[in-house]
């Protein structure tokens, strides 16, 4: 099977566990938002969002040095995904265990926020050795086992929040959920990964000092990406009330949940990318990597096009009319969403490179503007100026790591597939605007229908494109 069938196997089947799992876990954000109030998702946001920051500083950028380690020639793949296994264990717990400590020294937060940061800390534990197990499963071009611990996690959500709301169980029984939700999909991915490799606990600690040596120009760039992601949530929950924070968090979901496909796809690029580097197979790289960028480029137009049109009507379908002031910062949001999208993209192929830590300074510099403009921005324009410097340093990150990329590889992808797929995204730009007031589902196939036709009409895909991804001979 050729690698673009083989991506696009993968990538489509858990493509449709995270399409499950979007629907699955909106379904529950809806039921939430509903419940809960703008005041009370506030709350929730607010210890999601806390807890969030703790779970990346504990993350390390494992997952990607794992696969990296593991598309190595002769790599003894019980041995390194145990001792990855292990050390991912240990620091999470050490790190989570920390947040409910710090919170309790926040004067802002209620008790109910307090309470609730020390009961969902669990499920960012399962969080983090979910994502490690994947990245085992992504590189093994095997994603059954996370498709189906995906759904059946989700299924789990979505049941106990209903049980929640209908007994009216109050927050913290939410929160729980999460908890609950989050162990079942660990469970099922761990007895599914017993199947290819049997992990258990090793405390090789020369090993983990290794793994430390290579992952912490990652783990500490993930670390500025964290103050600059999750800042804003956290600064804006200590200047403004629960209820603003309640209206950007409703907007930050969608966001949230729309970002979770590009590491997803770039994981299962990663290798080859990886592989075509290492070997000085540059033609290859280039090729993988001219792949990768055009199908990030098809994907995030036509998400950006339909946000701008469609916000409103979308927040309300989900969240109820308390949410509709939600799709003003979606607005801006949506360009943020398309810059993590390319800058996903752009960040994997610096680690195939190895060039993590020419990326340091960058980022610490990204944190410092972030930072600096959440804490003018926030007090003065609340969740508006939120939105805006997210977007900002988004750009930043992305502009500085294709700049990263170009200077290594003398190469930058090709933009003719933008040029067309951005023809198409206006002419679905024109249905959308003809039509503002059809039914949302109608709009939202028709806008998808003519935007896929005008990518086909403006050459930005072929037939032989279309035949290699639906694996036709």
């Known amino acids: 099977m050729v690698l673009t069938q083989q991506i696009a196997k993968n990538t489509g089947l858990h493509s449709i566990g995270k399409v499950i799992g979007l629907f699955l876990g909106l379904l529950a954000f809806a039921f939430i938002a509903r ?28 997952y990607l040095i794992l696969i990296q380690m593991l598309s190595l020639p002769n790599a003894d793949e019980r041995y390194i995904i145990g001792n990855f296994f292990t050390f991912r264990l240990v620091s999470s717990i050490i790190l989570l265990s920390i947040a409910p400590l710090v919170a309790l020294f926040i004067p802002q937060y209620s008790s109910a926020v307090k309470i609730g940061i020390a009961v969902t800390s669990l499920s960012f534990v399962f969080g ?4 490690l197990l994947t990245g085992f499963f992504q590189k093994n071009l095997t994603m059954k086992p996370v498709f189906v611990a995906e759904v059946a996690g989700k299924i789990f959500l979505v049941g106990l929040v209903i049980l929640v709301v ?18 079942v999909n660990f469970l099922i991915l761990y007895l599914f990964s017993r199947k290819f490799a049997k992990i258990r606990l090793r405390f090789d600690f020369s090993f983990w000092l290794r793994i430390f040596k290579k992952t912490w120009p990652v783990g500490l760039s993930i670390i500025f990406t964290t103050i600059y992601f999750k800042g804003d949530t956290i600064i804006l929950s200590l200047f403004k009330s629960p ?12 966001l949230e949940a729309l970002i979770m496909f ?20 540059i033609w290859d790289f280039k090729r993988i990597f001219q792949k990768a960028f055009d199908f990030i480029i098809i994907v995030i137009l036509p998400l950006i096009v339909g946000f701008l049109f469609l916000a409103r009507p979308i927040m309300v379908f989900i969240a109820g009319y308390d949410f509709a002031a939600s799709a003003g910062p979606l607005k801006i949001l949506v360009f943020a969403t398309g810059l993590i999208f390319l800058g996903s993209l752009a960040t994997h192929v610096v680690i195939a490179l190895e060039k993590q830590k020419t990326m340091l300074k960058f980022y610490f510099l990204s944190t410092l503007i972030a930072v600096a403009g959440y804490l003018v921005l926030i007090p003065r324009y609340s969740y508006w100026g939120a939105a805006a410097m997210t977007v900002a340093v988004e750009f930043l990150i992305t502009f500085f790591a294709f700049i990263v990329i170009y200077k290594t590889t003398g190469f930058f992808p090709k933009l003719a597939v933008f040029y067309r797929a951005f023809l198409a995204s206006l002419v ?33 895909i072929d037939k032989r494109t279309i035949k290699q991804i639906v694996g036709f001979k």
């Open 35 to 62: 419940y809960l109030g703008q005041v009370g998702f506030g709350q929730f946001t607010t210890v999601m969002a806390f807890l969030q920051a703790f779970a990346i500083f504990a993350d390390l950028g494992l």
């Open 262 to 281: 590009p590491p997803l796809f770039m994981g299962l690029v990663l290798p080859y990318l990886t592989r075509a580097w290492a070997e000085k197979e």
């Open 166 to 183: 209908w007994l009216k169980l109050g927050f913290l029984l939410i929160l729980l959920t999460v908890v609950v939700s989050g162990l």
């Open 243 to 254: 209820l603003e924070v309640g209206i950007y968090g409703a907007a930050y979901r969608i």
């Open 128 to 131: 983090s050795l979910i994502q």
């Open 428 to 460: 679905m730009a024109v249905c959308l605007f003809l039509f503002p007031r059809a039914n949302l589902f109608f709009l939202i196939l028709t806008s998808l229908f003519v935007y896929f036709a005008g990518l086909y009409f403006f050459q930005a």
